[in-house]
DNA sequence: TTGTAAGCGTTATCAG
DNA sequence: CTGATAACGCTTACAA
């Protein structure tokens, strides 16, 4: 550690008390030029830079947010840009604002392991990456009158705090793209973790419904296939499903199935997009450096990170009032992987 | 913010003082068993959670480590897998510990304003990613006591505290691989960022020589080829640099040249490896998942993470004893992308 | 075994 | 404009 030089030592130097030092440090009007410029002379001359520690205390905020990632979601990070992407633009907007990021981690699933994370660490607020792990986490942080946004998964009923990506549009948009094209035979693969699927993707499959129906498809649950959201099971899922259904168009749902899609094509010698369109959802940066580069339902991952952090700071420093939900609209960019069918 | 239930609050309500609670909380041994039991009935009644700010300035100590990430680094992470994949090695060892992780992010290059950044932020120690912004920057550190260790790039000669791999090793073994293969028209390509090429690359080189040394082929300049490090411009930079010169072999510095190289070459109609082998240094698990494959010399970031958080929490602790620099040897993963020469 | 009281380094409220 | 002095919430000798 580096010797500590307190606001004292600064004061004793140039014969004034703390409370002048301090105000010189917080650039008070109320102080004389001139003994200005000795407390000034006297910081440098000591090397003093003041405690973060002692003055949260004593201001009761931090200018610290806390992140907080499942130990899931940090694990599985080669290959799925989410989390990196996210974090630049929590940090664009932290740094801008004089914030600092805490990444916190959690290892239960319940509300009360949230909860006591959240209160033993002093941070100014929280952004709750992937959603609330229970239903009930936004109800009762709202009670304790925690300032939180969730990013990403919400329950799109909930009246909590969070910012996300229209998902039953983009569920809309992917169908319609390829029905447009004239596929029939469309699938729309979802992860499945613990049996369940998550909500973004129950919104997805609302969407894609509504574009099936519009364009007279009858929807069928076989349409929607579950699947393992990790690289080497679902490639292997893909690969035992392709061999008895074979459709023309097929809607995968992150980065990562979308990898390992593409490799099983490539490996099995399936051509994209002549035998198959593929649409994905994801971060377009992403999928543009594929081969072949994929149509994508864009997320918008930074700007959520972006949104996010902006949302959580003006509820923090009690700014201007903002909506307590923020939804985007997703775009679809067009790339190499889809095709007219049979053309 | 939930409202504040402080120790004196707990101590009140329990009929002790403060101090009888902070010992029943920090489980001190000389407290009765009875009223340790009625303690912690009114904790959990009044739903304290002891306040972290308070308890670092008591103590001098945070237990948060600060890990300094330059803008730059964050910045292109998508399709890297560097940073993601160090910080979850980091957040293993930190989780286990009790520690948490404080992102601080540059904004300068120099020596100065690191430290300011530094000594603004109370936190026990410093993992710097990415090596020293500064030549002098570990001496400093030194100097001020500061706990700290530099991930990844390194200063070889320097004795600062630092975890990396043996870059030398990781160029011979490339250049050595391939020449077993037969090839002996290879060229080591390597990042250039302002005008100049990183350390760790320096050390490659020299390694790349001693193979090629060994296997009597005669070393020049222009078998060491400088190139951009982003997506876009690498890209290009490669497709020109073909067309006028082809070699058998290439060895790609990391991830993100490796993308590109493989999506030119494919994008060209050039077969790999048929026509051109390819090894890269980086992520194993990332190659893996390319196509193909990439030959790979491995990094195992995850480990530099890992070892990295312990070196610096034991001194941190003030622990046992750990020597200032460990560099691990890299091992080669043989894949799909490297072939016998010509056959 | 428990209480008292002095810090830890700032900021903030009064006076002067 | 500047100085005392009391917080902020917790730890830790030192007493009892």
């Not at 801008?96 to 033993?120: F, H, W």
């Not at 729309?188 to 129950?202: A, R």
């Not at 393992?228 to 992150?254: Q, V």
Request: charged share 20%; with cysteine; hydrophobic share 40%.
């Amino acid at each position: 550690m580096p010797k500590k030089v307190t606001i004292l030592d600064v004061a004793q130097f140039s014969n004034v008390t703390k409370s002048t030092v301090s105000r010189v440090i917080n650039d008070s009007p109320l102080v004389n030029e001139r003994t200005k410029q000795r407390v000034w002379q006297a910081i440098k001359e000591l090397g003093y830079t003041p405690n973060r520690t002692a003055r949260s205390l004593a201001l009761g905020k931090n200018h610290v947010i806390g992140m907080v990632v499942s130990e899931q979601q940090i694990s599985d990070v080669v290959l799925n840009p989410f989390f990196p992407t996210v974090l630049k633009g929590i940090t664009t907007v932290a740094n801008q604002q004089g914030y600092n990021i805490l990444l916190l981690s959690l290892s239960g699933q319940d509300a009360q392991s949230y909860t006591e994370i959240l209160q033993r660490h002093t941070v100014d607020g929280f952004l709750i990456l992937g959603g609330p792990s229970d239903v009930n986490l936004g109800r009762d942080l709202d009670r304790m009158k925690v300032p939180y946004v969730f990013i990403g998964k919400h329950d799109p009923e909930a009246q909590h705090s969070f910012v996300s990506t229209d998902n039953e549009e983009g569920g809309y948009i992917a169908g319609k793209h390829l029905i447009d094209l004239g596929h029939r035979n469309i699938r729309l693969m979802v992860g499945e973790v613990k049996g369940s699927i998550l909500v973004h993707n129950v919104e997805r499959i609302a969407g894609f419904r509504r574009a099936l129906g519009e364009a007279g498809i009858p929807f069928e649950d076989r349409l929607v296939v579950k699947m393992p959201t990790d690289m080497e099971n679902s490639y292997y899922f893909l690969k035992t499903y392709l061999e008895r259904d074979r459709p023309s168009g097929l809607i995968l749902s992150n980065e990562v199935t979308s990898m390992s899609c593409l490799n099983l094509l490539l490996d099995e010698g399936i051509a994209v997009p002549d035998e198959i369109s593929l649409v994905s959802f994801g971060d377009p940066q992403f999928f543009r450096n594929t081969r072949p580069s994929l149509t994508t339902v864009s997320q918008s991952v930074e700007w959520l990170g972006r949104t996010a952090m902006e949302m959580l700071l003006k509820r923090v420093t009690g700014g201007e009032w903002l909506p307590p939900k923020i939804i985007r609209k997703p775009e679809i960019v067009l790339r190499g992987s889809t095709k007219k069918c049979g053309v």
